[in-house]
Structures are given as structure tokens and as C-alpha cells.
């Protein structure tokens, strides 16, 4: 079989470098990808179908909505630090992160979010880091409690705690993966 030009131009080639900034923002774009198929039950497994529509009223619905969001976030950022883990230097890392969470925030604001209320989010966003990473540290069934008490209260099943953690391997451990062939190099 013979390929042609124009077949070597579709095939996605991944980068072999990427800059703080450029991670930053192809984790952000990632993030929200994830988010809204999670929210629209794209490719949720059927144990965490409606998870958004659990809570009559708007606010919780809300709640759930942001936590889902730090959710996939912690995610992603779990697998960008996994990838680089002593194949880059510690701040280079930061700084990547830190372009995703701007990035986030921004978008955010783009979409309706005042900004005042950026700081009692990003508060939010500290706190549950922490308990991921306490948790998965521990192992991904407790991961998976934290996150469903966080999006659910205590009144998930264990097969939404059960999918939850698997859903945090199956966004981390291919980025990781992916980000592992590419070299992150100063701007």
C-alpha cells in the first residue's frame, strides 16, 4: 500500500517538545474536553450516569458541576507530574501547571464566572488537591471515595467510587504515557 502526501499530512504526529506555555494549554483544552463529556455522558461508564442531574436545585447541581471540574483538573495535572518527574526541572513543571490553571481560570471568566469569585475557587481547588493526592497516594479505591464524597455527599454507591477512580487512571495514565516522548523545554 502506497501512502500518499496528502495521507502523511492527516496522521497526528505528537510533539517531541512543548513549552510550559504550550503545556499548559493543551492540558487546559484537555480538561475541558474531558469535563464536558463527563457532564454530557459522552463516555461516562453507565454507573455515573446522571451525575450532574442528582440535585434539584441549581446550586448543588452547580457544586457538582465545579467539582467535577477540579476533578478532571487534579487529573491532568496528576499526569503531566507523573510524565515529568525527573526528566524535568521542578519549576518547569510548575510553570506548565500554573499556564493550565490560568488557562482554566480564564476560560472560566470568558464563560460567566466573576472573577471575584476566582479566589474562593482556587481555594477550593488547593484543598482538594491535597485530598486527591492524599488519597491516591493511599490507593485508588480511597481516591475514589474522596471524589465521589465530593461530587455526590456520602451517598455514593460503590460502583460510582469504583468508576470515579477508574476514570482518574484513564485520563492520567495515557497522558502520562503521551507526555513521556515529549521533552519540556524552557520558552
Known amino acids: 500500500m502506497h501512502s500518499t502526501l496528502t495521507d502523511d499530512l ?58 467535577a471540574l477540579i476533578f478532571f483538573m ?50 477550593r481547588v488547593v484543598a482538594r488537591y491535597a485530598e486527591y493526592h492524599q488519597a491516591s497516594s493511599e490507593s485508588d479505591a480511597k481516591l475514589g471515595q474522596v471524589v465521589s464524597r465530593r461530587l455526590l455527599g456520602d451517598s455514593a454507591r460503590e460502583s460510582v467510587q469504583e468508576a470515579l477512580s477508574e476514570r482518574a487512571v484513564a485520563v492520567a495514565n495515557p497522558l502520562r504515557d503521551f507526555l513521556e516522548e515529549v521533552e519540556l523545554v524552557d520558552a
Open 10 to 67: 492527516r496522521e497526528f504526529h505528537a510533539p517531541q517538545t512543548m513549552t510550559p506555555g504550550e503545556l499548559g494549554d493543551s492540558l487546559a483544552r484537555l480538561v475541558w474536553e474531558s469535563f464536558s463529556d463527563f457532564l454530557a455522558n459522552d463516555d461516562v461508564d453507565s454507573s455515573l450516569e446522571g451525575v450532574d442531574k442528582l440535585y434539584d436545585d441549581d446550586a448543588a447541581s452547580s457544586r457538582t458541576a465545579e467539582e
Open 74 to 123: 487534579w487529573a491532568h495535572t496528576r499526569g503531566a507530574q507523573l510524565a515529568f518527574l525527573g526528566r524535568a526541572p521542578d519549576e518547569r513543571i510548575r510553570q506548565g501547571l500554573d499556564a493550565l490553571h490560568s488557562a482554566v481560570f480564564e476560560d472560566m471568566v470568558e464563560n460567566g464566572t466573576p472573577k471575584s469569585q476566582l479566589p474562593f475557587f482556587e481555594k
